[in-house]
């Protein structure tokens, strides 16, 4: 990758008899903004730590800026980090606070004075000098936190859940300035969350973690529009995983029995023949339905209608008696439980997952 800044070369950690990481690998380009998403236990705070130095690996190599920091004090590598509790001096004002590990560095106060002040004005708080963080909001302790740790102009930033105690609103709301300071400063962030929106909406690249892996790493335009599994398809977003045999392939294209009935897939670049069970993943949003028979459907009875967050969740039941997710906006549909409905979706957003993973 092109103006590399960090990279983990096949890092691998243990606690007691449970394996945490198991031999990843990534390259992480300077200027990034890239999430680590997953699940509380799949390794994803470990991965920070070992980054931090807080931690060392078992085996495999970490390098900062072309340079092994593997076995290199928290100290001596350009990295700090951010923290979900904040971790503020609760004696010292915010200025103190900001200021400490420069006052630590012995620098001149009038260099200290001037650079808590540039700092303080990047995460909006000019005039919070003096205050005591008990004084503060939760979400200015943590655009406190966060100048407190640009003071020291680090090559990567750590960000451990910083959002994780804020209240919804507040959440996307510091989801849009992180991610505009981060574009203004040209850092490279590395931010841990098990929040989806959070993953989606800031991130250049997400890594999917699970169980100490990275399950996928892409864009979130390619995590979510072409998971390569269905645990990546079920944890980002909500999708339905489906299994079918290969009736008909011409092309790209493929025609599938399935669950009764008949559904469409592309190959998304993977090679299938007559006869072979593919496993699909579809997204809600993606399933279409209505009570006249369709060429290529699937027959389904309408179980529940649900209504959540401006969108209306239908759950039909297939003749397997497993159940299909489909989602609208608005709350108007003229259909209620036990009605006979015919799903469907387009052959583009049926997605092939678990190619080749033995799952």
């Known amino acids: 990758m092109a103006d590399t800044i960090l990279e983990l070369q096949n890092v691998s950690k243990r606690f007691g008899d449970t394996d945490v990481l198991n031999g990843i690998s990534i390259s992480i380009a300077k200027g990034e903004f890239i999430t680590l998403l997953g699940p509380s236990g799949c390794g994803k705070t470990t991965t920070l730590r070992i980054i931090a130095g807080l931690e060392a690996p078992d ?158 790493i892409g864009t979130p335009a390619e995590v979510y529009d072409n998971p390569r599994t269905s645990y990546v398809a079920r944890f980002v977003g909500e999708a339905n995983i489906l299994k079918g045999r290969v009736r008909k392939a011409e092309g790209d294209h493929l025609v599938l029995d399935c669950a009764g009935g008949c559904a469409q897939a592309l190959c998304h670049g993977h090679s299938f023949a007559a006869g072979d069970w593919v496993t699909l993943a579809v997204r809600s949003e993606a399933v279409d339905f209505s009570q006249d028979p369709n060429s290529c459907a699937i027959p389904a009875l309408v179980r529940e209608k649900t209504f959540a967050g401006g969108m209306l969740r239908i759950t039909l039941e297939l003749s397997d008696g497993s159940t299909l997710i489909a989602s609208r906006h608005g709350i108007n549909l003229a259909l209620e439980p036990g009605d006979l409905v015919y799903a469907a979706w387009d052959a583009a957003s049926a997605v092939p997952v678990d190619v080749g993973c033995g799952e």
């Open 59 to 216: 085996c495999g190599r970490v390098l900062l800026n072309g340079r092994d920091v593997t076995d290199a004090e928290p100290n001596h590598r350009d990295v700090n980090t951010v923290f979900q509790n904040y971790a503020l001096f609760p004696h010292m004002n915010v200025a103190a606070n900001i200021g400490y590990s420069l006052r630590l560095k012995r620098r001149p106060r009038d260099e200290i004075r001037k650079a808590v002040a540039q700092v303080l004005e990047l995460v909006q708080l000019t005039g919070y000098e003096k205050r005591m963080p008990s004084e503060l909001s939760g979400g200015q302790k943590q655009r406190v936190a966060i100048a407190r740790a640009l003071i020291n102009q680090p090559s990567v930033l750590l960000l451990d859940e910083p959002l994780g105690a804020l209240d919804l609103q507040l959440r996307r709301q510091m989801q849009l300035e992180l991610k505009a300071l981060q574009k203004q400063l040209g850092l490279t962030f590395i931010y841990i969350t098990h929040d989806q929106e959070e993953a989606l909406n800031m991130s250049d690249r997400i890594a999917v973690m699970r169980e100490g892996r990275f399950e996928q």
